[in-house]
């Protein structure tokens, strides 16, 4: 059955891929470059080394990089699929949940201090109830790079387990609930985290999806590129279904 670790054709986001040299990441959403071709979306720092990516368990070929459809700045690696279609969707739920749960994105918004957005990490499963505490900064990502553009969100006290997000969420979707939360709009691609916590019981090495590899570390707050600064500067337009 297609789940979050084990996705297939049509693509959604907030799946688990396996990166070119084998670590765990997240795609993020489903987009359409300015020749008309699909693409899925994960964080540039991901890469690594172009070449191909896999879904998170089952080693399944989702599509590669060429290092020319990326950007810095923005921290976004565009994925050339094979089997292009995609299904205008993010996955949810826990990391480790079995069966599709996905809900359809029905488009993009911008980010302003107070909003309330979620997290769809590969490894922690989705996290909601997260509150932007700063909207257009700078902050310097996990290759090094900085990012002009991003978003600052913190946990509340709303936040189900207090955290944001686990390590490896890295390219995660982030998106505020619309439609009576029927729907996700798009609202950017974590890069990076703040403020590392205690793992709450329910992120435990048995239920984050590399926990056989190695412990898992939480976050309080996350930093992510607004989804209208991806869309501009690459050119692309979201896949909503």
């Known amino acids: 059955m297609t789940h979050s670790q084990h996705d297939t054709a049509p693509w959604t986001g907030g799946s688990g891929l396996k990166n070119p040299t084998g670590g765990i990441c997240s795609s993020g959403f489903g ?94 499963g989705v996290h909601c109830n997260i509150q932007v505490s700063k909207t257009d900064i700078g902050v310097t990502g996990e290759n090094g790079a900085y990012r002009p553009i991003a978003d600052l969100a913190y946990a509340t006290s709303l936040t189900a387990d207090d955290i944001a997000g686990v390590n490896g969420d890295s390219g995660a979707p982030v998106f505020a609930g619309a439609n009576n939360f029927t729907t996700d709009e798009a609202r950017g691609t974590l890069t990076t985290f703040d403020s590392t916590v205690p793992c709450p019981a329910d992120e435990t090495s048995s239920t984050v999806t590399d926990g056989w590899n190695r412990t898992p570390w939480c976050f309080r707050g996350l930093y992510y590129v607004p989804i209208y600064q991806t869309l501009q500067d690459m050119n692309w337009t979201l896949a909503t279904s």
């Open 31 to 124: 987009v359409k470059n300015y020749k008309g071709v699909n693409m899925l979306t994960t964080a540039a720092h991901c890469n690594g080394n172009d070449g191909l990516w896999r879904t998170y368990l089952g080693g399944d070929a989702v599509g590669s990089s060429d290092g020319l459809v990326i950007s810095m700045t923005d921290d976004v690696q565009g994925i050339d699929l094979p089997k292009p279609q995609l299904s205008g969707a993010l996955y949810d739920g826990t990391a480790l949940q079995f069966d599709y749960y996905a809900k359809p994105v029905s488009g993009w918004g911008h980010n302003n201090v107070g909003d309330y957005v979620c997290e769809d990490g590969a490894n922690g």
